[in-house]
């Protein structure tokens, strides 16, 4: 398995709203990204996940909240978003992190829309 | 902060001609990676770079580092229609993340 899954992959939710957005590998990578990409514009970094702990937060909003409960999963809690929280969310995987000769393994994102 | 900057920001070729995109960094980079990203996609890892001057080749795409590992270029010959996306560079300032540059938008015309 050389894929990292993400769900849903659209979602729609209202500022009230709590949600959580899923992440998996299975490639035994020991480092897990979130990354916010709006229209138009490159992948923002926010949240890195090493070894199963929270390495860096990219002074994300507390609405955010990021969560790994092994080493194969990574969840993205959703709480009292506002509508310019709208954008693709990407998961990614690496084995050796930035430095690793392989890259990022990325999911296909979820599609979030705050209404 | 750290930056990682692309020129230009769009590029609009005809099918056969070559392509080339710049990637620029205001202070030394531990390497860099390159991304590409289909229209409505997720970014695809291309290759890294890691030596000071590093030239890799992969088919019709020639990448590039720096003698002083603050930029890199990508240059693509004889353009195909599965060319099109957006082309990021991303930047490791030697912690534990990847700054992705501002990309380039390569369309083609048939």
């Known amino acids: 398995d050389t894929e990292v899954t993400q769900t849903p992959k659209h979602l729609v939710m209202g500022m009230t709203n709590k949600k959580s957005l899923k992440c998996e590998q299975h490639m035994g990578h020991r480092a897990m990204y979130w990354y916010k990409q709006k229209a138009k514009k490159p992948p923002e970094l926010m949240f890195v996940?090493?070894?199963?702990?929270?390495?860096i937060n990219e002074s994300v909003p507390s609405r955010f909240s990021p969560e790994c409960p092994n080493s194969s999963l990574l969840n993205l809690h959703l709480h009292a978003l506002q509508p310019e929280d709208s954008a693709l969310y990407l998961c990614?995987?690496?084995?050796?992190?930035?430095?690793?000769?392989?890259?990022?393994?990325f999911g296909s994102g979820t599609r979030l829309t705050v209404v | 902060g750290q930056q990682v900057m692309q020129i230009p920001q769009y590029q609009h070729v005809q099918e056969g001609e070559d392509f080339t995109t710049y990637c620029n960094s205001s202070?030394?980079?531990?390497?860099i990676q390159w991304y590409k990203q289909r229209p409505g996609g997720h970014p695809v890892f291309l290759i890294q770079?890691?030596?000071?001057?590093e030239v890799k080749k992969q088919k019709r795409l020639t990448f590039q580092f720096g003698e002083a590992k603050k930029n890199s270029s990508l240059h693509i010959t004889a353009t195909q229609t599965t060319d099109v996306g957006t082309y990021f560079c991303?930047?490791?300032?030697?912690?534990?993340?990847?700054?992705f540059g501002t990309g380039t938008r390569l369309t083609i015309i048939p």
């Open positions: 990614a995987s690496s084995q050796d992190g930035p430095s690793g000769a392989r890259g990022y393994t």
């Open positions: 202070t030394t980079l531990s390497n």
């Open positions: 996940y090493s070894y199963e702990k929270l390495s």
């Open positions: 770079l890691v030596k000071s001057g």
């Open positions: 991303a930047g490791n300032f030697g912690n534990e993340k990847l700054t």
